[in-house]
């Protein structure tokens, strides 16, 4: 007979960054839980509110299925005596296992008999479980910070007020350092029942309902996405979407309704990131845009209960954000008394990083990596304006008042601000595009002086933190390295830049020592970079959907380029697909295990037999088309090219002994296939790819 089982934690407020997470452990733990334990189910479903984490699971099993096992005993020598009567080590183990003598059969096992049961563990009833594992399930849960409190040993994100432990009409109890699971949960801090009595399982969600508290975030997070939705079209505008604040507050609010409050039009002529931050960084609210993305005069919040006296929570939702605004338009208006240029030199008293100096200082080394690159990607004279430019102003929007006070506003407003101060478009446009991109799937800078100082800046920050010793390890990475290394991936890929990573890194390293005088084995550091970029390279192309040994192949070679390398995978990946390449690939692994004995790619004509010479003269007969078509990046017709050396290969190989005893043989002989390996390397490593 199947039951159901809720579980349900009841916590002080947690944090909404936190639940999802916590969700997801939850259901997993108790999934594997379930599965170690042999217990079927047929559903499970996770619930959360600010002050709840629960699940139901459904179908449960009345108990475990049985198990069935072989049990191996002592040695059959040891086992018997000399009259075949048990020993208290037969004994012994048969009174373990709870057998007779009937059950034991004897088997050999490497060479030796030993004694064997068949053994039925009968499974245990799913009460006496739930109840032994359940506090295991609850200490699990981890969160990035977690606190104890009255005493207790147990660690949680909030301290926890109750719990819930119900099979279908029964309490499955147990206590959890003082606290004791029961039937009673509680209702809406304000609105609901402060005690509510769950008579069974399948009441659960109604009767929360009717305690003013919606269970179910899924629900939830529907009412006030197209609660908010219905209210601004009724102004004639449009919701900002935000995936990432209706998460949020789907998570602070147990019984969510949507209401509409004003801006004051006052507050409509700053630039618009001035209204929309405050609005939702700090006061969880959804800014309200017409057809054009512009911002009109409403915004819409969420409260935590029903709609009794709407108007008044309303007033003073406008009147919060009145106050927000005008410390935003006050800073806003002060800030540009002066021009952007004129904050520069304050950059001097604000420290990037102790060892790595001020901002002034990164500032300049920003500005310096930006020209270089510039003149790496032969950019106009122009472009190379507005790169210097934009570096130097890059960082000066941080010692502002507005962006002192709301942070998330940097780089906007220094766009803002050059803006008001008359530098071109381009220039103010690149001061925000540094920034760009923030996080996973955020937009990429769209212009060439944005998208080089974005790539300037993160190369400088990844540099000089590995120059120091700063770097990811495992899972941890504090400083978010391994987003701007991604970061400058994509914005070479999309702008199809051809970039040398070494020549950055070199470049980036370079003015840290010339700005800093800053102290490091220079090598030591630059191989960590450039291996710290392969590894991104690698995840990135495989994300792509390209095989990881055709990752391997690109990446074996001797271009930096990580532009060129996606054209190179992804012609590989084409050319891969062709029939008969089996054996080409055999004989180029052939090639590339012994080239690497190679000395030198030096080969003497007159010392090499009619093999070698069929060999030699089929290389240089195709070498200049295979070097055309890598210049005009036609790796698919340069492979092709290569292909004709298969069948010199071959008779290569079969007929010529390369590792004899005269060195200068063996030497002239692998540097003939070094020749024809390095020319391989232009393109690919062939002897990465798997065959299939």
Known sequence: MSKNYLLEIGVEELPARFVGDALEQLQTNTSDFLKEERINYNSMKVYSTPRRLALIVEGLEDKQEDLKETVKGPAKKIAFDSDGNPTKALLGFMRGQNIDIASIYVEDHNGVEYVYADVVKEGKEIEEILKENIPNIIKSINFPKSMRWGGKNIRFARPIRWLVSLLDDEIVSFDLEGIEASNITKGHRFLGSNRIELNNVNEYVEALRKNFVIVDQEERKDIIKYGSERLAKEKGGNLQQDENLLDEVTN??????????????????????????????????FPVLDDKKRLLPYFITVRNGNDDFIETVIKGNEKVLGARLEDARFFYMDDVKRPLESYVEDLQRIVFQEKLGTLYDKTKRVQNLGIKIGEYLEVGEETERNIERAGYLSKADLVTKMVSE?????????????????????????????????FAGDELPTTTAGSVLSIADKMDTISGLFAIGIHPTGSQDPFGLRRQALGIINIILDKKLNLSINELVETALYFYVEVNGLAFDYNKVKDEIIEFFSGRIRNMFMDMGIRYDIVEAVISTNTDDIYDMKIRANKLNEWLKKEGLSEILSAFNRVANLAEKAISDEVQRDLLTEEEIELYESFNNVEEKIN???????????????????EPIDKFFDKVMVMVDDEKIRNNRLGLLKKIYDTMLQICDLSKIVNK
Not at 253 to 260: A, L, N, S
Not at 408 to 437: D, R, T, W
Not at 628 to 646: F, H, M, T
Request: proline share 6%.
């Open 252 to 285: 602070i609010v147990e019984y969510p309704t949507p209401m509409i409050g004003r801006i004051k039009e006052e507050y409509l002529s700053l630039p618009a990131d001035v209204v929309i931050t405050p609005m939702k960084e700090h006061l969880r609210f």
């Open 406 to 438: 709301f942070t998330e506003l940097q780089g906007k407003m220094g766009m803002e601000y050059a803006k008001c101060s008359e530098e071109n478009e381009i220039v103010s446009l690149a001061i925000f595009e540094q920034y760009l991109p923030r």
């Open 628 to 646: 055309s078509s890598i210049d005009k990046k036609e790796y698919d017709k340069a492979l092709d090219q290569l292909v004709v050396l298969k």
